[in-house]
């Protein structure tokens, strides 16, 4: 009885243009938009259009465990299972796919942007008397070309106890002689800031100072005992998109397979690989076919539903009060 009862009109009146939730009350539902931050920047399923909070989100509303089934019949057919998006024919989904899936060796196209991001990633070894602490042993900086501009050995600043030979490939011999890590670090604050002062970078400026990509950058920059400013940084470990679904990391390696469609870390883990795949991911997210006069926040702002305006939004369709709601992230593709 209670499956087969109809929505009432109120009911669908008072539902989530994004999420598609249902509220008994409009005021509900003007709460509900004022903590979801749902955005033009969200992913969507390209069958019912319905707003996810992170593109997991939306893969298991596509092809998990308990997907929705019409979506999930719809997108057997047309769908693409690494950029999630949906095509006109089975026959589109295949000519897509040949330039949607890379391999370690095949360079991603870098398009017109101009190569303002570098990407870094760092391998560690182990000290203390057990080598659980981590030390930078191996730092690699590459551009948006997946060229090379920066990598080297460093030399530890105390004693290494677990060289971690089986992940880092690393022996006594490759650090003996190997860069200091002062000097390490002013070879990369020179990378980074490109000739501008580091108290001069702003957040969208035009300065030259370049962005930085990677996965786990906080631990890297503490590990190498830099700063540089959080807006500057594109991290995938913290991207809300590509995180999971319980706004807990995703390792690199899962994304990689996940959203490149190959294989990393099967041996001896290169720092290099490591910097392709998070500028590969840096590049697919900056791609997204966002709006690009969308007001987007950076997570420093609210949402357009202040208090006194409650009786307005109370009238408004679900339809408008989307219209109003911004994200409380910087979406990347505002980075072009």
Same mark, same amino acid.
């Given at each position: 009885?209670?499956?087969?009862?109809?929505?009432?009109?109120?009911?669908?009146?008072?539902?989530?243009?994004?999420?598609?939730? $249902?509220?008994?009350?409009?005021?509900?539902? %003007?709460?509900?938009?004022? %903590?979801?931050?749902? #955005?033009?920047?969200?992913?969507?399923?390209?069958?019912?259009?319905?707003?996810?909070?992170?593109?997991?989100?939306?893969?298991?509303?596509?092809?998990?465990?308990?997907?929705?089934?019409?979506?999930?019949?719809?997108?057997?057919?047309?769908?693409?299972?690494?950029?999630?998006?949906?095509?006109?024919?089975?026959?589109?989904?295949?000519?897509?796919?040949?330039?949607?899936?890379?391999?370690?060796?095949?360079?991603?196209?870098?398009?017109?942007?101009?190569?303002?991001?570098?990407?870094?990633?760092?391998?560690?070894?182990?000290?203390?008397?057990?080598?659980?602490?981590?030390?930078?042993?191996?730092?690699?900086?590459?551009?948006?070309?997946?060229? %090379?501009?920066? $990598?080297?050995?460093?030399?530890?600043?105390?004693?290494?106890?677990?060289?971690?030979?089986?992940?880092?490939?690393?022996?006594?011999?490759?650090?003996?002689?190997?860069?200091?890590?002062?000097? %390490?670090?002013?070879?990369? $604050?020179?990378?980074?800031?490109?000739?501008?002062?580091?108290?001069?970078?702003?957040?969208?400026?035009?300065?030259?100072?370049?962005?930085?990509?990677?996965?786990?950058?906080?631990?890297?920059?503490?590990?190498?005992?830099?700063?540089?400013?959080?807006?500057?940084?594109?991290?995938?470990?913290?991207?809300?998109?590509?995180?999971?679904?319980?706004?807990?990391?995703?390792?690199?390696?899962?994304?990689?397979?996940?959203?490149?469609?190959?294989?990393?870390?099967?041996?001896?883990?290169?720092?290099?690989?490591?910097?392709?795949?998070?500028?590969?991911?840096?590049?697919?997210?900056?791609?997204?076919?966002?709006?690009?006069?969308?007001? #987007?926040?950076?997570?420093?702002? $609210?949402?357009?539903?202040?208090?006194?305006?409650?009786?307005?939004?109370?009238?408004? #369709?679900?339809?408008?009060?989307?219209?109003?709601?911004?994200?409380?992230?910087?979406?990347?593709?505002?980075?072009?």
């Amino acid at each position: 009885m209670m499956d087969s009862r109809r929505e009432s009109s109120e009911t669908l009146r008072n539902k989530c243009a994004a999420c598609f939730r $249902q509220y008994n009350r409009m005021e509900h539902l %003007v709460e509900h938009m004022k %903590v979801s931050y749902h #955005s033009a920047h969200e992913p969507r399923c390209g069958v019912c259009a319905k707003h996810c909070r992170s593109l997991e989100s939306l893969r298991e509303h596509l092809i998990g465990p308990l997907p929705k089934v019409e979506c999930a019949r719809v997108f057997a057919a047309r769908g693409c299972s690494i950029c999630l998006n949906l095509f006109d024919s089975a026959a589109a989904v295949r000519y897509h796919r040949a330039s949607c899936q890379f391999t370690r060796a095949a360079p991603m196209p870098r398009g017109s942007y101009g190569g303002r991001a570098v990407a870094m990633a760092c391998k560690m070894v182990g000290g203390g008397s057990d080598g659980s602490l981590d030390i930078c042993a191996r730092v690699c900086l590459i551009g948006e070309d997946e060229n %090379v501009i920066f $990598q080297t050995y460093v030399k530890p600043t105390t004693t290494v106890t677990n060289y971690r030979y089986e992940l880092t490939g690393i022996r006594p011999e490759y650090l003996r002689d190997a860069m200091p890590l002062k000097l %390490v670090q002013r070879r990369i $604050q020179d990378i980074l800031c490109n000739g501008e002062p580091l108290w001069k970078i702003r957040p969208r400026s035009s300065g030259r100072a370049r962005i930085l990509v990677g996965h786990g950058l906080d631990y890297e920059l503490e590990r190498l005992g830099l700063e540089y400013p959080a807006f500057m940084i594109r991290d995938t470990a913290k991207y809300p998109p590509l995180m999971k679904t319980s706004k807990l990391s995703n390792s690199l390696k899962y994304l990689t397979q996940a959203y490149l469609g190959y294989d990393i870390h099967t041996g001896i883990q290169d720092p290099y690989e490591d910097c392709v795949a998070a500028m590969r991911l840096y590049i697919r997210m900056r791609s997204q076919a966002h709006p690009r006069d969308y007001a #987007s926040g950076s997570g420093e702002t $609210q949402n357009n539903y202040p208090a006194w305006r409650q009786r307005e939004l109370e009238r408004m #369709s679900p339809e408008e009060l989307l219209a109003l709601s911004g994200s409380d992230y910087y979406c990347w593709c505002l980075d072009f």
